[in-house]
């Protein structure tokens, strides 16, 4: 599959560096412009969930983080 994939014209650096080189054209935009909040409720509860922060990236919800209602940005 990724072999059928026909490069870019021209790539740049990415910022970070971390990423290597990334199609010249492609721009930097923060996530809550790429991404929509879903409120869509468990049937089962036995889904996992996450949870998006600017600190720690996508992590997993555990339930220790709702009873203490504690974040970082609460610490600022």
Known sequence: MVADLKPYSA??????????????HWTVRR????????DSRSTTGKEQLLRISQYTGVTQRR???????????LAL
């Open 11 to 24: 790539y740049r650096t990415a910022e970070g560096g971390w990423i290597g080189g990334i199609p010249s």
């Open 31 to 38: 996530m809550k412009y790429v991404v929509r909040e879903v």
């Open 63 to 73: 339930r220790a983080d709702v009873l203490r209602n504690l974040t970082r940005a």
